[in-house]
């Protein structure tokens, strides 16, 4: 059974194919700022490339980081 309300972190199997995630902003997520942090690693330590489809961002208080690590 599932814990979390949205997967965190995700397992990319390259071979199979992209990944598509779609989260939902709701009220008081500054309550808990971790809910809306993903992390997705490849199954083969390939390079991941990330795309946004949809959606907007408010000037005053979103922030969008991307981190390379391994």
């Known amino acids: 059974s599932l814990t979390e309300n949205?997967?965190?972190d995700n397992i990319v199997d390259c071979a199979v194919g992209p990944v598509n995630?779609?989260?939902?902003?709701f009220?008081?997520?500054d309550?808990?700022?971790s809910v809306a942090?993903?992390?997705?690693t490849s199954t083969d330590g390939s390079q991941l490339?990330?795309?946004i489809n949809a959606g907007q961002m408010e000037g005053c208080c979103d922030e969008l980081v991307v981190i390379d690590s391994d």
Do not use: A, E, G, V
């Open 6 to 8: 949205y997967c965190l």
């Open 37 to 40: 942090t993903f992390s997705y």
């Open 27 to 29: 009220n008081n997520i």
């Open 31 to 33: 309550d808990d700022p």
């Open 49 to 51: 490339n990330l795309t």
């Open 21 to 25: 995630t779609t989260f939902c902003y």
